[in-house]
């Protein structure tokens, strides 16, 4: 039986969907797959637990009894402790932080060091520094991993990389960010306010405490960065990106765009030529771009030989998005064996 | 740099679309992929022409030309000239026939004996003879890939099994016939009749001069066999599917479901507990499955941990579906080289 040791860093909403998607799954994995997931350390932001092999649903318990792992493990840096212990893979899914990448720029960066492959969530680290990621990966012949950084358990980064192998992406276009589209799906039904469709998004667990990532369309830019990187082989950062959020969008708006045909929808783009865009735009109602609703992403993938694509699943969620982290994990853990 | 040598069996369409796709593509594959394409085989209805690099635009010549390769190469049988020849990669392109599976079967069954991997974009085998054809390839140590068979360039098979690893699928729905969807398509927008459609579509090349095989729904049956098969691990064949074409549909059903904010749609549908069914649906309109327009083919899979997933592309055209055999293609000559 093989087996992948995973070293996951941050413990919030994803964090602890992947232990509840690991205790739910583990043993039908080594079953069915004949792969043994371990868990040899965890860490939030206050500490890190190492151990032979974590039980998921201890993890779970001590992080809801004591608030941090650090209560029954050590209160030490994760990219110290991660010098100590044996993994295979580390799981990235601290906070982002689009202006430094940190903290999860530096745990990505010493897991290469080590020579350990790196699967993440976490937006900020790929959106300040994509190409220096990429590079020392490949100079350490280690895999990165991100599917669940563009839309929680919408499939599209394998989906280019495994399945669209001979075929080139021209342009890239969807609605990336469930919150914004659940906060104007809500706007234009309800004919309310957006600052009443925030709050009614906050009371749902749809939106954070501040919002303005996602609002401000900064959420949005990350993904297209990512996207542009990794399927358009455009180099940029998130300071390339024209970015204009829905703070602006009245209910008006989307009334008058609604009677002449239109949705207003946060519409990210990018293109082989470099541009690279998040817009409020008024798309027809015809576009599936458009139909989207809710917290649902979509993209639009345009291709030289193989016509429109289109991909549509649940932008966010933390058993949704830890699938994804899993699937990448899985991924990963399969290629080594075959190469090793 | 890796080499792959294919021998193309069958020419219509697809066949012609996949040497068009090789002469557009080839070099591009050798420079940022590192693996050449080589085409030592191809045959159709009249024979075979072999050779050590034969070259995709003079195939299109002669075919054009003559009628039939056999003009310059050999009036055999294909499964005979595998047996004499250098090849990695069967491509079976040869016509659909639900009833045996043939040619293809014979010529699918033949490479797995000879111990070359398998990309089909031809459904009869497949919907005849699914468990037979896997458990000899698995006894053989061979690949067998057929993307396209469920839905010309809408990536599903690879989809799932290369990034949706972590999940189960518990159920698959869509519309997986662009030429039935276009019929309807028309239909509703323009109030004219079946017939009428149909002719429409005849006369774009949408629609084959007997089309039954769409209409009757046995296309959309054969590609929920596969996936059933493929996706849900459902071992079944074309009989067991349960199917109503839309050969009675009128243009006021059409009328008066739309007036309830239904479309009509021919959907098919396959579950965990081997429920397998193709039948028109009114599905609401606001329901994705009935947004999908034209040629578009969708796919809705249900899982149980990723949420909800859409995946839509266009069902047909000779270079969309020539893609996705060409993916396939390079996808065995990466895992061959991996692994060997």
Same mark, same amino acid.
């Given at each position: 039986m093989r087996v992948v040791r995973l070293f996951v860093v941050g413990l919030g909403a994803v964090g602890q969907g992947l232990m509840r998607l690991l205790k739910k799954k583990r043993e039908q994995y080594a079953r069915e797959l004949g792969l043994r997931v371990e868990l040899v350390g965890v860490a939030d932001s206050r500490g890190v637990w190492t151990g032979e092999d974590l039980d998921p649903e201890e993890v779970l318990r001590v992080k809801s009894e004591h608030g941090t792992v650090a209560e029954v493990g @050590?209160?030490?840096e994760a990219v110290q402790a991660m010098e100590d212990v044996e993994f295979d893979v580390l799981v990235e899914l601290t906070p982002t932080d689009i202006?430094?990448? @940190?903290p999860g720029l530096s745990h990505i960066m010493k897991a290469i060091e080590l020579g350990r492959h790196v699967v993440t969530a976490n937006k900020g680290p790929l959106a300040v520094a994509y190409g220096e990621i990429m590079r020392a990966a490949e100079e350490n012949g280690v895999m990165i991993r991100y599917e %669940? !950084? %563009?839309?929680?358990?919408?499939?599209?980064f394998n989906l280019v990389r495994e !399945?669209?192998?001979s075929v080139d992406v021209l342009s890239i276009e969807g609605v990336l960010n469930g919150t914004v589209n659940y906060v104007l799906t809500r706007m234009e039904s309800e004919g309310i306010s957006l600052d009443d469709a925030i709050a009614d998004a906050q009371s749902r667990g749809i %939106? @954070? %405490? =501040?919002p303005s990532m996602d609002i401000e369309g900064w959420d949005t830019a990350c993904k297209i960065v990512i996207l542009a990187n990794s399927i358009l082989d455009v180099p940029c950062t998130i300071d390339d990106v024209d970015v204009t959020g829905i @703070? =602006?969008?009245t209910p008006e708006a989307i009334r008058i765009a609604n009677e002449r045909g239109y949705r207003i929808k946060l519409v990210g783009r990018a293109d082989r030529d470099g541009n690279l865009v998040v817009r409020p735009c008024l798309v027809p109602k015809s576009d599936p771009i458009a139909r989207v609703r809710g917290v649902m992403n979509v993209v639009r993938l345009e291709t030289d030989v193989a016509g429109t694509i289109y991909v549509s699943g649940r932008g966010a969620g933390p058993l949704e998005t830890a699938s994804a982290v899993m699937s990448d994990i899985i991924s990963i853990a399969e290629r080594a064996s075959r190469e090793g």
């Open positions: @050590e209160e030490v202006e430094t990448g @940190e %669940a !950084t %563009a839309g929680g358990a919408m499939p599209v !399945t669209l192998k %939106a @954070e %405490a =501040d @703070e =602006d969008i």
